[in-house]
C-alpha cells in the first residue's frame, strides 16, 4: 500500500537517506514536498518525494526502497503512482536527476520511460559537504532526465 504521509508525521529520514546522503539537503525539500511511503505488514519498505519546481513540472526528489525489498518491483510501483499522483496533480512533466556514477538508477530511470536532458556539472561537489563514490567513480555531475505525463 503507498500512502501520503500525513502532516503530523516525521518524514522517513533512514530510507531517504539510502537515495541521498545529506539529510540537510533531504529537510530542505522534504518541507516543501509531499512525501509518499509504501508499507507491507506495517513496515516501512519505500518512500518518494515530489516536488513542485514549475508550473507545470514536478521533481522526483528522492525514491527509496529498502535494501531487503529491493529487486523486487518495488521501485517500479513507486514510479508508477508517483507518475499518477503528478498526472492528477495537472503536471505536464516530471523530472528526476542522479549522479553521474549511479550506474542503475540511470538504467532504472531510462527503463521506466525518462530521457536524458542535461547535465548539472559539479552539482554533488558544490552542494554536499563529503566526496561522493559509487561504483569506484567520483558522483560529480547530476545528470537530469525527464518524463512527458501528457
Do not use: W
Not at 16 to 29: M, N, T, V
Not at 34 to 42: K, L, W
Not at 109 to 119: A, E, L, S
Amino acid at each position: 500500500m503507498i500512502r501520503k504521509l500525513q502532516p503530523d508525521e516525521a518524514p522517513p529520514m533512514d530510507l531517504l537517506l539510502l537515495a541521498d546522503p545529506s539529510r540537510k539537503i533531504i529537510e530542505a525539500y522534504v518541507t516543501r514536498a509531499e512525501c509518499f511511503v509504501m508499507e507491507n505488514q506495517n513496515q516501512l519498505i519505500g518512500a518518494y518525494v515530489l516536488l513542485p519546481t514549475r508550473p507545470e513540472t514536478v521533481e522526483l526528489v528522492n525514491i527509496a526502497v529498502q535494501e531487503n525489498f529491493q529487486n523486487k518491483g518495488i521501485g517500479k510501483q513507486l514510479i508508477r503512482h508517483a507518475l499518477e499522483r503528478a498526472k492528477e496533480q495537472g503536471f505536464q512533466t516530471i523530472e528526476v536527476g542522479t549522479g553521474n556514477s549511479s550506474m542503475s538508477q540511470l538504467a532504472f530511470y531510462q527503463k521506466c520511460g525518462f530521457r536524458i536532458t542535461g547535465v548539472d556539472k559539479d552539482f554533488f561537489i558544490e552542494h554536499y559537504e563529503e566526496e561522493l563514490m559509487e561504483n569506484g567513480i567520483p558522483c560529480r555531475d547530476m545528470i537530469r532526465l525527464s518524463k512527458s505525463l501528457r
